[in-house]
């Protein structure tokens, strides 16, 4: 099955499984794709005058309500002819998918702007439910070439911009300060994860936590985080379209995280959200994203670390994958609305916004000339996750482009995370499954 594929090529193939498993209760969109993906059109906006009000959903990443309140009075002092309507359309990035799914069979209700995950835009941009944004961006000057390069790309194809970054993270290894100096370890993340597995009984033993370590929860995002310990034991979810899930390597890395729980008894999973059981001071480290941050220092009552994302016994750099959301713009409002949208766009996107959101939430700052002094200087754990951005990797194709497999892997997480199931026969059992969303969704795409 090994098939030499450009990414971004594939993106227009497989955009149905861009992350087409919802983990949220209401279990997301439908995955299905039906035709084919039309060129897209220039859109002409000669003429168009802004609308008067429009609707923006937002899920509020990263606890950012607030902050997008902040932005939102501070546009309208700017152009008070355009009310911007801030909708909580969802908790997460999956109920926001399902409720623009839902508008857009009912081809009524939806919004002007949208928050969409970096894997969701692509189902978006298969179903033409977004538009290009080319147009907008030439016709109101965005400095494009300002944005970190890295996180406009990921929204890119067929040459053209379908979104913007906007509270972009990564996951980030968090550690309590005070628990570390009382178990006599260094003040710093581990470098490996056999590292911190050295350290766990003296955290356990010294601390009064319950547990050294608490993994994030496995209904959540576990086909996201668990990329780290795969690409630390030189394994993968997949290795470009061969499934890899069931290799030695990755068999050792998800064995490693169970004995954690099991064997060794110093890690626990969390049931719904690790950066609060650790705020909470229930475990000692964690890793949760970028966008925890902010509410993690504001809620521990403890002095809390941050550092990169350890590293296994195969690579000890490049093992922390990007996550978060863009902006995007339906395809089914008007282009008064549109062009309304493209403005707050671009408003809430201009480096003295991103660098507030980016305090706010400790998302990344997207803008290169952003001002981060002021923010550095009051949250300095912002510079990590800065800094972590020059040695990420790129997500396994199999858990961002497979329909239904992050789903999947969640599930062969939880048999061998919470129920001790056999790590080798259950990544074995999900590898069957992953090339048969391959066989069915993928492979009749591909151009011979």
């Known amino acids: 099955m090994a098939i030499n594929l450009d990414r971004r090529l594939f993106l227009s193939l497989a955009g149905a499984g861009a992350g087409a498993a919802a983990l949220s209760a209401c279990g997301g969109p439908s995955t299905a794709v039906g035709g084919t993906v039309t060129q897209a059109a220039t859109i002409n906006f000669d003429g168009v005058k802004p609308a008067a009000s429009i609707d923006f959903w937002s899920n509020h990443p990263g606890k950012s309500q607030d902050v997008e309140k902040s932005m939102i009075e501070k546009f309208q002092a700017k152009y008070p002819e355009i009310k911007i309507n801030l909708i909580t359309a969802g908790a997460n990035y999956e109920e926001i998918a399902q409720k623009f799914q839902t508008a857009q069979a009912a081809k009524s209700g939806l919004p002007a702007l949208l928050v969409l995950s970096d894997v969701w835009w692509f189902r978006y941009y298969l179903n033409e439910s977004i538009i290009p944004l080319d147009s907008l961006i030439t016709k109101l000057d965005f400095k494009l070439d300002d944005f970190r390069t890295s996180l406009v790309d990921d929204y890119k194809y067929d040459t053209k911009q379908w979104a913007l970054p906007y509270g972009r993270s990564t996951p980030l290894f968090y550690y309590n300060k005070d628990h570390f100096a009382a ?42 985080t668990l990329q780290n310990n795969l690409w630390g034991e030189g394994g993968g979810w997949s290795k470009g379209w061969d499934i890899t899930c069931d290799s030695a390597e990755s068999v050792a890395a998800l064995q490693a ?100 959101f980016s305090a706010a939430t400790g998302y990344m700052p997207t803008r290169k000339s952003a001002d981060m002094t002021a923010v550095l200087a009051k949250t300095p754990q912002i510079k990590t996750a800065m800094d972590q951005l020059a040695v990420t990797k790129v997500q396994d194709n199999a858990r961002a482009f497979l329909p239904g497999a992050d789903q999947e892997m969640a599930k062969a997480a939880a048999k061998i995370l919470t129920q001790q199931g056999d790590v080798k026969a259950t990544m074995a059992e999900l590898k069957t499954t992953l090339e048969g969303l391959y066989t069915k969704d993928v492979k009749p795409k591909l151009k011979a």
Request: net charge negative.
């Open 257 to 356: 995280a169970q004995d954690s729980v099991y064997k060794d008894a110093w890690a626990g999973v969390s049931s719904k959200e690790s950066a609060d059981d650790f705020a909470a001071g229930l475990a000692s480290a964690t890793l949760s994203s970028t966008g925890s941050l902010i509410g993690i220092l504001t809620s521990a009552s403890f002095n809390v670390g941050v550092g990169f994302l350890p590293g296994g016994s195969k690579a000890t750099s490049g093992v922390c994958p990007t996550g978060g959301a863009g902006l995007g713009i339906p395809s089914g409002v008007s282009k008064e609305e549109q062009l309304a949208a493209a403005m707050f766009l671009q408003f809430v996107t201009e480096p003295e916004n991103t660098a507030a």
């Open 183 to 224: 178990a006599g370890l260094p003040d710093r993340a581990p470098a490996t994860w056999q590292e911190f597995a050295q350290w766990a009984p003296k955290l356990k033993a010294s601390s009064g936590a319950q547990y050294a370590f608490m993994h994030p929860a496995l209904a959540g995002y576990a086909g996201w």
